[in-house]
Structure formats: structure tokens, C-alpha cells
């Protein structure tokens, strides 16, 4: 019998509990079975053999006959004594045992036994990780967001890509940060097939041919409103003419090489235009990720910053979805599905994970959260003043939303999770 794992980095363990960290490395001497690894060119393989017992038969003494006769006989062999009842500290009420037939702490007792019943995983296999790009050659630090910079799309950005690979995080979905003097009502530049997005993506196909790569499908970093769409006179946001700059966009970053185009515009009707206007280019092999409940969120704050695409005036209240909204994702999950979705994405992700199990519950497709900046930025700043446990309080916001539903958790930690789940820190 043996079962193979491919295209796992070497390191990396899928970790079914957060009790793992706590187990130290992998001891595979405590197993019943024996993983034997061999490597083949950018590719690691894991074969499970189950050990067989074909070796001689050990001969100690007695034969099995003559051990059974002796224990007939009444001269049992010694084994070690009934264990003590452990003591209770002085004072302990007695005679107080409850009479209770369903104990769930039973199930809870031991290290092995949390294991074993772990209901939900978290892998590095599960992260997308989001990535600030701009024309740099240096790497700006993020105010807001402790430990994210705008990467330097030729250098910065590789170096980064490089370190998640190693620790088995193969996604990415770029941002870019676009010049002022580029950015217009329309947002022209975001189909440019020589701007910033669709040049790393070529870039990071030549170095990594089987990274993921998702792409952001919305106007405003390529907006001189810093909204998502076109802005008519009167502030209405039009939407079939910005879908019609939408599909552009997703064509121009799918002729790049990008994997996976997600529209985080929320217009009507956006999934199946782009997906038209895929197909009849060639790129029928293109998936499409729709942000399907994206909600008028003010945990966007610091990625705003991040890329100075504060709408200039108003919000996007007449795009994004109303917070106090729940049944309403059901009509974008049926609109995105029947246009042609491949993956559905909730964002915000923490305050949200009810919608993560709606949606979850409601359709076949993966589910996708997104925990956002405002998410990321206030588990550093609990962690900074020393109020919170930064990496407890990391990995359980991750497990919750596996647990809510979520297949991939697109997430800025995704780099320092991988790290923590591989045992690196
Ligand atoms: C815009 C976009 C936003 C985010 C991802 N794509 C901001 C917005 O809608 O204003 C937010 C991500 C985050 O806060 O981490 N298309």
C-alpha cells in the first residue's frame, strides 16, 4: 500500500491543528507508518509505505503454547501495577460525580485524541497572498500595515514571491499602485498591455511558470476618482460602460498570462461579460474569481492607503454591498454563477463569516474569504502593544475562516502563516 503526495515542498506539513505548533516538528518514528522521501527535479514526493512484518520471527524462549500453559497454570507473568488514583487538592468536595452519560470533554482529553478529531485544516496550500506592486526599484513600507511595503515589481516583488514559494504558498493576487499622471476618468491605463500589472505578470511567468497568479479587475487604482467605475457628472457610477472597460482590463491581464481574473468592481453583470470577452479571445482556460459579496467596508482603510485610491469624493455605497445585508448575497451568488463564476469571494472575512457559510452552503463552487487590510492591520496593532498574542490570534482568524467555509483565504499573513504552520517560527 502507498499513497503519494506530489508538489509538496519538502517542508511543509499540512497542519490539521493549531495544537500542532505546540507538538513540535513531525516525528515520523511515532507513526505506524514510515514515510520514505525521494526528490525529482521541482518536484518533492512523499510515499507512504505501511510497514510489513516479513522479517523472522523473533525466538525468546518460551513458545506460544508454553506461555499460554504457564498463564493457565496460574503463573502470570508481571506487568506493571493498576496506576494510583491521581490526588485532588485538600479541600476537593467528594461524592459530587454528576450523572452524565455525554461527556464531549472525553474527545478533548489529550494532544492525540484533539488531533484525531480536528474537524478543519490549515494549509499553505490555502493562501492567496496579496502584493502591492509600483514602479519602485525600492520597497516602501505601508504605515498601516506593519510589515507590507509596495514591492518594487522588479526586484522587491520577485524576492517575495520567492520566500512564499518556499514555505508552499504558490498564489498571489497583484495591486498596483499607479502613477497620478496615469490615472484618468476612465481609467484607460488599466488595459494597458505595457502597464504595471500585465509587465510583472510576464515577468513572474518567466521566473515561475507554475505560480497562480490573480489579478484585482476594478477602475480605481487607474482612476482619477478613486472610484471603481466610470463617475458621470452628477456622481452616478455607470455601469455597462465600466464593465465595458472591465473586460478590457481582463483581457489585457489574461493575454499576460494571468490565471485567475477577479473582478472587485461589484458592477451588474460583470462576470459574464468578462467571460465572453475571454472566451473570444482564447482564453477560455482563464478562471474567474468574483468578489460576489463584497460589503461598503470601512476595514479597507489602510489598503486604501496602501495605494492612495481613496475615492475622491463620496463612497461606494451604490456598488458594494449594505453591512447590515445577508439575504441580498444570495442574488449576487445566483447572478455570478449562472454568468459563469469559477470561485465566489466574501470580503471582509472575519466580521462576515456568516456569509462565508450562506454562500458555502448555497453553491458547489469554492468559496474564496478575503481578510482585509483592516482585519491584518488590527491583529499587528493588538500584537504591537501587547495586548493580543499576534500569531495565536493570526492562525485562529485563519481557522475560522476555514471553518466557516472558506477553500482559500486570501491574506496578508499569508507569508507569516505558511512560516508558523512549516514550524519556522
Ligand atoms: C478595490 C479593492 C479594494 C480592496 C481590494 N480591491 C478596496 C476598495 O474596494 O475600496 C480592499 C482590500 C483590503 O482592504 O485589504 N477594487
Not at 505548533?21 to 507508518?33: E, V
Not at 482556460?285 to 463620496?314: C, Q
Request: hydrophobic fraction near 40%; aromatic fraction near 6%.
Amino acid at each position: 500500500m502507498a499513497s503519494t503526495i506530489v508538489n509538496m515542498p519538502l517542508n511543509v506539513g499540512t497542519i490539521k491543528g493549531l495544537d500542532c505548533l505546540s507538538h513540535g516538528k513531525f516525528n515520523a518514528n511515532a507513526l505506524p507508518i514510515r514515510p520514505s522521501v525521494s526528490s525529482l527535479p521541482h518536484r518533492r514526493m512523499v510515499v507512504v509505505k505501511a510497514s510489513t512484518n516479513d522479517g523472522p520471527i523473533k525466538k525468546l524462549g518460551m513458545s506460544d503454547a508454553e506461555c499460554e500453559a504457564a498463564v493457565v497454570a496460574g503463573n502470570i507473568p508481571e506487568a506493571p501495577p493498576v496506576p494510583p488514583i491521581p490526588a485532588s487538592p485538600a479541600g476537593t468536595p467528594v461524592g459530587t460525580s454528576v450523572d452524565i452519560r455525554s461527556r464531549p470533554r472525553r474527545n478533548r482529553r489529550s494532544p492525540v485524541l484533539r488531533s484525531a478529531f480536528q474537524e478543519t485544516s490549515l494549509s499553505p496550500a490555502n493562501f492567496v497572498y496579496p502584493l502591492f506592486i509600483h514602479e519602485g526599484e525600492e520597497d516602501t513600507p505601508i504605515g498601516a500595515m506593519p510589515g507590507c511595503y509596495r514591492l518594487g515589481w522588479r526586484h522587491g516583488l520577485v524576492e517575495e514571491v520567492a520566500k512564499a514559494r518556499d514555505v508552499g504558498v504558490n498564489s498571489i493576487v497583484l495591486f498596483p499602485k499607479v502613477p497620478d499622471a496615469l490615472k484618468s476618468p476612465t481609467g484607460d491605463e488599466a488595459y494597458n498591455d505595457n502597464g504595471l500589472v500585465p509587465r510583472t505578470i510576464r515577468l513572474l511567468k518567466d521566473k515561475y511558470p507554475d505560480l497562480i497568479i490573480y489579478t484585482d479587475v476594478a477602475l480605481d487604482p487607474y482612476s482619477s476618482d478613486g472610484h471603481d467605475g466610470i463617475v458621470r457628472e452628477d456622481g452616478v457610477i455607470m455601469n455597462d460602460e465600466t464593465v465595458h472597460q472591465l473586460c478590457k482590463q481582463a483581457v489585457s491581464q489574461a493575454r499576460a498570462g494571468a490565471d485567475v481574473v477577479s473582478p472587485s468592481d461589484m458592477m451588474d453583470g460583470r462576470v459574464g461579460a468578462i467571460r465572453s470577452a475571454l472566451d473570444a479571445e482564447g482564453f477560455q482556460h482563464v478562471s474567474i474569481m468574483s468578489y460576489t459579496a463584497k460589503y461598503a467596508s470601512s476595514f479597507y482603510g489602510p489598503f486604501r492607503e496602501a495605494l492612495d485610491s481613496n475615492p475622491r469624493f463620496g463612497d461606494k455605497k451604490t456598488y458594494q454591498m449594505n453591512p447590515a445585508n445577508y439575504r441580498e448575497a444570495l442574488i449576487e451568488l445566483r447572478t455570478d454563477e449562472s454568468e459563469g463564476a469559477d470561485i465566489l469571494l466574501v470580503k471582509p472575512g472575519l466580521p462576515y463569516l456568516d456569509v462565508v457559510r450562506l454562500l458555502r452552503d448555497n453553491s458547489p463552487l469554492p468559496i474564496a474569504a478575503y481578510q482585509v487590510s483592516g482585519e491584518y492591520s488590527m491583529i499587528k496593532a493588538g500584537g504591537v502593544l501587547k495586548m493580543i498574542d499576534e500569531q495565536k490570534v493570526m492562525l485562529e482568524s485563519l481557522m475560522c475562516l476555514r471553518r466557516a467555509g472558506a477553500d482559500i483565504i486570501l491574506t496578508y499573513f499569508a507569508l507569516q502563516a505558511a512560516r508558523c504552520l512549516c514550524g519556522e517560527k
